[in-house]
């Protein structure tokens, strides 16, 4: 099973920006699409934003549209997360997440859909 380790969390004020990592191993990269969901303190864990295999198809959660942008280096085995502007409300540990199969757009923002996790990386927002 692959597996993935975030890296890039930290404590920004509002309106600053972070870079997190995906680091993948122990699989074929460039056979998986790769999402980033996060967890807020006493909140189920969302869907943030999904690359599929080649990158030509992202997907992103209504309120990071615009601000957050999702990336891939498939020669390094590296998705990324850019997020700008970051408000208090993306306070969160941010996970990512890889989805081996060709699963249909519905199903692309569904936790079930990815069999490897990594272990997460804090993100804190100070408004």
């Known amino acids: 099973q692959m597996q993935l380790v975030e890296s890039g969390g930290g404590t920004v004020q509002a309106g600053g920006s972070l870079k997190l990592s995906c680091a993948a191993s122990?699989?074929?990269?460039?056979?998986?699409?790769v999402a980033w969901f996060r967890q807020a303190p006493g909140k189920d864990r969302e869907f943030v934003a999904r690359?599929?295999?080649?990158?030509?198809?992202?997907y992103y959660l209504d309120s990071v549209k615009g601000r957050f942008t999702i990336s891939r280096d498939n020669a390094k085995n590296t998705v990324y997360l850019q997020m700008l502007n970051l408000k208090s409300e993306d306070t969160a540990v941010y996970f990512c997440?890889?989805?081996?199969?060709?699963?249909?757009?519905?199903?692309?923002?569904?936790?079930?859909?990815?069999?490897?996790w990594g272990q997460g990386t804090q993100v804190t927002v100070s408004s």
């Open positions: 122990g699989g074929t990269f460039s056979e998986v699409a």
């Open positions: 997440a890889a989805d081996p199969h060709l699963v249909e757009r519905s199903l692309w923002n569904q936790e079930s859909t990815y069999e490897s």
């Open positions: 690359i599929n295999r080649i990158a030509d198809r992202t």
